[in-house]
């Protein structure tokens, strides 16, 4: 029996804990959007690398951070609505960065990550850089990375006091990539990719 979803209907992260099948799918203010079956060799690379060097870090200096790759589900609830209910926009970033212990529970993160990196792929390269962009400085994700395999490019983007995203710092080439939400912790861009 295949589960049909109405892709017009607004859905809260109750009716998507209800969903049987394999299908992977995120919740965008309520609306569905599927994502990949599968990444890309040079994705999974990416996402792998990334997250030793984020992992190796925190070890290696014993913070209380930890960090999650996909599927992990990252529930962004409005004005603190903890209610499955009322939450409408539930992701699976590539890699997330949780430094707030209580915001983590058996399904996963509740709130915003300090840091998300989303690496792009062709299919999900407009949802990356337009969708999640929007929806990640609208929940107060402070630093969001927007990595490109193909072109071997980072994008940073830090959200300000304002609430919003600076400009985003581009990196590209043999250059160390400082985290801000690790101090301390600058990676190699040539550690990233092929």
Same mark, same amino acid.
């Given at each position: 029996?295949?589960?049909?979803?109405?892709?017009?209907?607004?859905? /809260?992260?109750?009716?998507?804990?209800?969903?049987?099948?394999?299908?992977?799918?995120?919740?965008?203010?309520?609306?569905?959007?599927?994502?990949?079956?599968?990444?890309?060799? =040079?994705?999974?690379? @990416?996402?792998?690398?990334?997250?030793? *060097?984020?992992?190796?870090?925190?070890?290696?200096?014993?913070?209380?951070?930890?960090?999650? /790759?996909?599927?992990?589900?990252?529930?962004? #609830?409005?004005?603190?609505?903890?209610?499955?209910?009322?939450?409408?926009? !539930? !992701?699976? #970033?590539?890699?997330? !960065? !949780? *430094?707030?212990?209580?915001?983590?529970? %058996? +399904?996963?993160?509740?709130?915003?990550? $300090?840091?998300?990196? %989303?690496?792009?792929? #062709? @299919?999900? +390269?407009?949802?990356?850089?337009?969708?999640?962009?929007?929806?990640?400085?609208?929940?107060?994700?402070?630093?969001?990375?927007?990595?490109?395999?193909? @072109?071997?490019?980072?994008?940073?983007?830090?959200?300000?006091?304002?609430?919003?995203?600076? %400009?985003?710092?581009?990196? /590209?080439?043999?250059?160390?990539?400082?985290?801000? =939400?690790?101090?301390?912790?600058?990676?190699?861009?040539? $550690?990233?990719? $092929?």
């Amino acid at each position: 029996m295949e589960l049909t979803l109405d892709m017009n209907k607004r859905y /809260t992260y109750a009716d998507y804990m209800t969903w049987w099948d394999d299908k992977r799918r995120e919740l965008i203010d309520g609306f569905i959007k599927m994502m990949s079956p599968a990444a890309t060799l =040079s994705h999974a690379k @990416s996402v792998a690398r990334i997250n030793y *060097c984020l992992f190796d870090y925190i070890k290696g200096h014993k913070g209380q951070c930890q960090v999650f /790759t996909a599927p992990f589900d990252v529930r962004l #609830p409005k004005n603190g609505e903890k209610e499955d209910n009322k939450i409408f926009s !539930v !992701v699976q #970033p590539d890699i997330c !960065v !949780v *430094c707030d212990p209580s915001k983590l529970d %058996e +399904r996963g993160c509740l709130g915003a990550p $300090d840091m998300i990196v %989303e690496v792009l792929s #062709p @299919s999900t +390269r407009k949802h990356d850089l337009n969708d999640k962009y929007r929806l990640y400085e609208a929940y107060g994700v402070k630093e969001y990375w927007v990595v490109e395999p193909k @072109s071997k490019d980072v994008a940073v983007f830090i959200l300000q006091d304002d609430n919003t995203y600076a %400009e985003g710092l581009i990196y /590209t080439g043999k250059v160390n990539i400082p985290v801000q =939400s690790l101090p301390g912790l600058e990676i190699d861009s040539e $550690d990233l990719f $092929d």
